[in-house]
């Protein structure tokens, strides 16, 4: 079954404590993203990859490293975790033809909280 | 500031009518719209799209209307079912943008049986 998979899925943390937040996706994508939701602010983009070496930063990137070293594989990191990280992060992917719509696959969506 | 807004966080329908979920945006460069639904606990998944170049696309019950000149996009679910009952986002992205796609806030849909 095509899909992104996202682990852990829960997790409650404290600050300070370094976390990463695992996605793969087994389409070959070459695109992948990070977002995370809030309350009244829709999904807003933290990091995202157009291939494997190549990051860049999206919205809100403050408090996250990112690494694409595989093609199926785009872990979110969080090296010191602070309470206003607390939300719900979603790893998206898609395949990018450079035409049309940037059709977006998510995974399930990972709830981190950080006391 | 918010390049795509939508400005209704929840609307209730009564099942088999018709819903109407709005979506603004301010950025005149996107030039492709879509429409995602998300339930709980689950990632948001693709519902519909549309190009600049159109003004109407149709998916079944789906419906996505665009007004360039009002940057105002709309999705119409006809008949509404319960199972419609979601979270839907309206996301829009420009050529050159390495097509990121902005996202709305969000609008709670609610389908009364």
């Known amino acids: 079954e095509a899909q992104v998979t996202q682990n852990p899925r829960y997790l409650i943390t404290v600050t300070g404590k370094k976390l990463t937040v695992t996605c793969s996706q087994n389409?070959?994508?070459?695109?992948m993203s990070w977002y995370r939701q809030d309350p009244g602010l829709g999904l807003r983009q933290i990091y995202y990859?157009?291939?494997?070496?190549?990051?860049d930063k999206g919205d809100v990137p403050e408090g996250y490293k990112v690494s694409r070293k595989e093609k199926r594989n785009f872990p979110l990191i969080l090296e010191s975790p602070s309470p206003n990280q607390t939300s719900l992060y979603f790893c998206?992917?898609?395949?990018?033809?450079?035409?049309?719509?940037?059709?977006?696959?998510f995974g399930a969506g990972s709830r981190l909280t950080v006391l | 500031d918010q390049q795509v807004k939508q400005n209704s966080p929840s609307l209730s329908v009564q099942e088999g009518r018709i819903s109407i979920l709005n979506c603004d945006y301010t950025?005149?460069?996107?030039?492709?719209f879509l429409w995602y639904k998300k339930y709980p606990a689950e990632g948001p998944t693709f519902l519909i799209s549309?190009?600049?170049?159109?003004d109407k696309n149709e998916d079944g019950r789906f419906t996505v209307f665009l007004n360039k000149s009002a940057k105002h996009l709309s999705l119409h679910i006809v008949p509404s079912q319960p199972g419609d009952s979601a979270v839907y986002f309206c996301?829009?992205?420009?050529?050159?943008?390495?097509?990121?796609?902005?996202f709305g806030s969000g609008t709670q849909l609610t389908v009364l049986p």
């Open positions: 549309i190009s600049s170049i159109k």
């Open positions: 996301a829009a992205s420009a050529a050159g943008s390495a097509r990121q796609l902005t």
């Open positions: 990859s157009m291939n494997v070496e190549v990051t």
């Open positions: 950025n005149s460069m996107f030039d492709y």
């Open positions: 998206a992917s898609s395949l990018r033809t450079g035409m049309g719509a940037n059709v977006l696959t």
């Open positions: 389409m070959n994508h070459e695109y």
